[in-house]
């Protein structure tokens, strides 16, 4: 292990002892003031920003990253705002979560609620994960070992200054939050090495990134898998409601993991109802991939291949097939999706019943975009990501996924025959 990395594991753990003595009314100070400074340092972040983009540009980066690496003031506002949303929220730590009693010996037990301790995140082209993530572990107690892409050093770089004169202005330990600023991939190696001492690794980013990790980590992890998100458009729901929806899931931001990437669509639709939905999205440049029953009823840009059933675009291509059922569609996602966000537009209380209870995704939407596949709208005031996997955590990770429990067992001299 390099001196460099073995600085930051010791830091780390020191910042790990500091954290637990600081009360919930302290991370939030610390919290509101990391909001303040990012307000304070907007022109330097965007500064640092462009820098950012303009090496993103020479190096051909593609459009989809390019448009999550960008900030602009509205976002550095957003995500001040964001930070003040986490500082007041209700504290996770020390919650009682269940209590009970033997009646036999008397002892009393509580489960209670803890940090994880040290989290490692590892995350490409998204500076906001930089907050994101250093304020959701602050809000649970947790130190945070930050390692971003390389493509977005300048302006990571930047948002953690904010972080360490927030934390210095407070005259607390300035790693409680830690980053690792060398670029080199080897320290990502070392991260993922760390076992006993780096409790989880949480990736973010593309799916050779997801991989990468999970083939090669010692340390526990909670993956955020590829989007490969579908919308079902059920029979008899109103081709204008669907249009709308559609429009949102496909095109708002068809670069982000929540974007729908494949529409079921049951036969029962006209061909006018279909081409009233696919031909705004054509409008606004988007690709129609189609099955061969759909391309007897619409012009396809191009006809759908097995693969195009489990790509994730990230650009503004869709996938478009034409199903018998809300079994069929059920189906088609349970093959094909990565487990994160599924929409089936319905007025039947038969066949949302049938979606809730058999598609297998972290995330169901009746009724909505998937595009409301975040931890802000779900209420936990940012995402460290979205986990697609069945342990500890599914969904947007928040400061409350954070945590895992102790039990506290009381007696009254007890012991045990």
């Given at each position: 292990?390099?001196?460099?990395?073995?600085?930051?594991?010791?830091?780390?753990?020191?910042?790990?002892?500091?954290i637990?003595?600081?009360?919930?009314?302290?991370?939030?100070?610390?919290?509101?003031n990391?909001?303040?400074?990012?307000?304070?340092?907007?022109?330097?972040?965007?500064?640092?920003?462009?820098?950012?983009?303009?090496?993103?540009?020479?190096?051909?980066?593609?459009?989809?990253?390019?448009?999550?690496?960008?900030?602009?003031?509205?976002?550095?506002?957003?995500?001040?705002?964001?930070?003040?949303?986490?500082?007041?929220?209700?504290?996770?730590?020390?919650?009682?979560?269940?209590?009970?009693?033997n009646?036999?010996?008397?002892l009393q037990?509580?489960?209670?609620?803890?940090?994880?301790g040290?989290?490692?995140?590892?995350?490409?082209?998204?500076?906001n994960v930089?907050?994101d993530?250093?304020?959701?572990?602050?809000?649970?107690?947790?130190?945070?070992i930050?390692?971003?892409?390389?493509?977005?050093?300048?302006?990571?770089?930047?948002?953690?200054?904010?972080?360490?004169?927030?934390?210095k202005?407070?005259?607390?330990?300035?790693?409680?939050?830690?980053?690792?600023?060398?670029?080199?991939r080897a320290?990502?190696?070392?991260?993922?090495?760390?076992?006993?001492?780096v409790?989880?690794i949480?990736?973010?980013?593309?799916k050779?990134?997801?991989?990468?990790?999970?083939?090669?980590?010692?340390?526990?992890?909670?993956?955020?898998l590829e989007?490969?998100?579908h919308?079902?458009?059920?029979?008899?729901?109103?081709?204008?409601?669907?249009?709308?929806?559609?429009?949102?899931a496909?095109?708002?931001?068809?670069e982000?993991?929540g974007?729908?990437?494949t529409l079921?669509?049951?036969?029962?639709?006209?061909?006018?109802?279909?081409?009233y939905v696919?031909?705004?999205?054509?409008?606004?440049?988007?690709?129609?991939?189609?099955?061969?029953?759909?391309?007897q009823?619409y012009?396809?840009?191009?006809?759908?291949?097995?693969?195009?059933?489990?790509?994730?675009?990230?650009?503004?291509?869709?996938?478009?097939?034409?199903?018998?059922?809300?079994?069929?569609?059920?189906n088609?996602?349970?093959?094909?999706?990565?487990?994160?966000?599924?929409s089936?537009?319905?007025?039947?209380?038969?066949?949302?019943?049938?979606?809730?209870?058999?598609?297998?995704?972290?995330?169901?939407?009746?009724?909505?975009?998937?595009?409301?596949?975040?931890?802000?709208?779900?209420?936990?005031?940012?995402?460290?990501?979205?986990?697609?996997?069945?342990?500890?955590?599914?969904?947007?990770?928040?400061?409350?996924?954070?945590?895992?429990?102790?039990?506290?067992?009381?007696?009254?001299?007890?012991?045990?025959?």
């Open positions: 292990m390099s001196d460099y990395f073995h600085q930051i594991l010791d830091q780390a753990k020191q910042a790990s002892f500091d637990a003595k600081l009360t919930a009314k302290d991370r939030s100070k610390i919290l509101m990391i909001s303040g400074f990012l307000v304070t340092r907007k022109k330097e972040i965007l500064q640092a920003n462009q820098l950012d983009l303009d090496r993103a540009q020479q190096n051909n980066l593609s459009k989809p990253m390019i448009n999550r690496l960008a900030l602009t003031e509205a976002k550095i506002d957003q995500l001040a705002r964001d930070v003040e949303t986490i500082a007041q929220m209700a504290d996770p730590l020390n919650q009682e979560l269940e209590k009970w009693s009646p036999i010996n008397g037990f509580s489960k209670v609620s803890v940090p994880i040290i989290i490692g995140i590892i995350y490409e082209s998204r500076p930089t907050i993530a250093a304020s959701l572990c602050l809000r649970s107690g947790n130190i945070s930050l390692r971003g892409g390389s493509e977005c050093i300048e302006t990571n770089k930047k948002l953690y200054e904010c972080i360490q004169e927030a934390l202005d407070l005259q607390f330990n300035p790693h409680l939050v830690c980053f690792i600023e060398q670029t080199d320290y990502v190696q070392e991260l993922l090495q760390a076992e006993g001492r409790d989880v949480i990736p973010r980013g593309g050779s990134l997801i991989q990468t990790i999970t083939e090669n980590s010692r340390v526990p992890t909670i993956k955020h989007g490969i998100c919308t079902v458009w059920d029979e008899g729901y109103p081709k204008e409601q669907a249009q709308s929806i559609i429009h949102n496909k095109l708002r931001r068809p982000i993991c974007a729908t990437e079921l669509i049951h036969s029962g639709h006209s061909g006018d109802d279909i081409a696919l031909d705004d999205l054509r409008a606004q440049g988007c690709e129609i991939i189609g099955c061969e029953k759909l391309a009823l012009s396809i840009d191009r006809r759908a291949v097995e693969e195009d059933w489990s790509t994730e675009y990230l650009d503004k291509k869709l996938s478009v097939k034409i199903v018998e059922s809300i079994e069929e569609s059920v088609h996602i349970n093959q094909y999706a990565s487990g994160h966000t599924e089936c537009l319905t007025n039947n209380d038969q066949s949302i019943q049938y979606f809730f209870q058999n598609c297998k995704s972290a995330i169901l939407m009746h009724n909505a975009s998937t595009q409301f596949a975040d931890g802000g709208e779900f209420g936990f005031g940012a995402e460290i990501g979205i986990s697609t996997d069945k342990l500890h955590v599914r969904g947007p990770v928040g400061a409350k996924h954070l945590t895992t429990f102790k039990y506290q067992v009381t007696g009254n001299h007890t012991t045990r025959p």
